[in-house]
């Protein structure tokens, strides 16, 4: 049977309202790749004894312990002397990992660090490459605990590097994959696959937020691998075109590799979503190569000078209206030149609407050399959940225009 794992986030901010434990979902999902269950997520205050407590219960319970945050410099950082406490071992300086840090700090006339080359005897470095934090492992018999920096950056990092390698050993017979659904709801994708959850040793898990839904499959047993891809297969096939990807996919990542395959480029026009959709496709390594760049119009004086957008227009019609967007789309791609222009428009709330134009109320547009094309759409939410939701429908609805073009 694989090793059953549990997760500890060690800060107090992410006890506030709306403050997400994103590292515990990443290591999560990670961990299941390697076919090792988590059994148990926890979040603990930066407090020596609650963090200590939180560990030692780990350790009873699970083969393997991965704590995040508290190894900074400050002096809210407590993991090191709480993992000390658990361990029932003492709090050691090691000489050469000091030697480093004074090396580092000194060439950037910053103050020394001492406290982060301090570990509990008997405990092991995990190196880090992109901060000055290092982890620390501590192994005995079957019992492993690994702790990283929260920096999420430094944290993935860390463990695909110092980690993961550690665990490849221990990993039970398990497969798993994440398929990234757009254009149907959550109740629609369960009915569709209903029937496959039943397979012996299957586990089909969905989760649905702004972007789409994420259908998250394993399969555990001898054939794991195997069973998982004929699931996968299947899930695909039921599902079609509504599928855009898979694990580490982004429908911005999957946009830009269709554009780049036909060596095409993109604009945006943005006003309710005021470059949010330039955002996305620019955390895109490599984005360049595709996307030329966007305007942000946000008041009417500018969807005229920076996009070309008829003033008789927004007279008229107003500027959540689908001429509107129609000519920011066009305004976008020919006036920084691309292949393809996005023009979106809207109200996101929570004033603004009317009768005649609700909150919510998106227009959309697609231009290309061949004309343009618009939507009318209605997000619900509040206002940040409009605008993204309208960032994944503006590049849904570009990802099908370039495969239908394709086929």
């Known amino acids: 049977m694989s090793v059953r794992a549990e997760l500890i986030a060690v800060g107090t901010e992410m006890l506030e309202i709306g403050r997400r434990d994103t590292n515990s979902e990443w290591l999560t999902e990670r961990l299941s790749r390697l076919g ?35 190894l900074g410099p400050t002096e809210d950082d407590r993991t090191r002397g709480a993992l000390a406490d658990a361990l029932g071992r003492p709090l050691e300086r090691d000489p050469e990992k000091l030697a480093a840090l004074e090396r580092f700090f000194s060439r950037r006339g910053l103050p020394l660090r001492k406290k982060q ?39 993935r990092a860390m463990f695909e590097g110092g980690v993961e390698p550690r665990l490849s050993h221990i990993a039970g017979p398990r497969a ?52 998982l891809e004929r699931l996968t297969d299947e899930a695909r096939r039921r599902l079609g075109g509504d599928v855009f990807g898979r694990d580490d996919d982004t429908l911005a990542g999957v946009v830009g590799r269709l554009l780049e395959d036909r060596g095409q480029t993109l604009a945006t ?58 000519q920011l789309a066009e305004g976008a791609r020919t006036r920084c030149g691309a292949d393809f222009g996005l023009g979106v428009t809207g109200i996101a709330g929570p004033g603004g609407g ?54």
């Open 354 to 407: 009317t009768a005649g134009k609700p909150v919510g109320l998106v227009h959309l547009a697609l231009a290309d050399a061949a004309g343009v094309v618009g939507w009318r759409l209605s997000k619900m939410g509040e206002r940040a959940q409009v605008r993204r939701r309208t960032v994944t429908e503006a590049l849904d609805r570009l990802r099908r225009h370039l495969l239908a073009a394709r086929a």
């Open 117 to 155: 080359a301090d570990r509990p005897r008997g405990s092991a470095w995990i190196p880090n490459p992109v901060g000055t934090a290092p982890g620390i492992a501590w192994e005995e018999g079957e019992v492993r605990l690994f702790a990283l920096p929260g920096v999420p950056a430094e944290m």
């Open 269 to 326: 026009a943005e006003s309710c979503t005021a470059g949010l959709i330039a955002a996305a496709v620019t955390e895109v390594p490599g984005s360049s190569a595709w996307f030329r760049g966007g305007l942000v119009v946000y008041g009417n004086e500018l969807k005229t000078e920076l996009a070309g957008v008829d003033a008789a227009i927004l007279a008229s019609e107003g500027a959540v209206s689908a001429p509107v967007a129609e």
């Open 36 to 70: 090792i269950a988590v059994r148990a997520r926890s979040v603990v205050e930066d407090d020596v004894a609650t963090i200590a407590q939180a560990v030692r219960a780990a350790l009873q319970r699970s083969g393997l312990v991965l704590v995040t945050g508290g």
């Open 176 to 227: 798993a994959s994440t398929l990234k659904i757009v254009g149907q709801g959550e109740g629609q994708v369960d009915a569709l696959l209903a029937d496959l959850y039943d397979a012996p040793g299957l586990t089909a898990t969905i989760l649905s937020g702004d972007a789409g839904l994420e259908l998250h499959l394993r399969a555990d047993g001898a054939d794991a691998r195997a069973a």
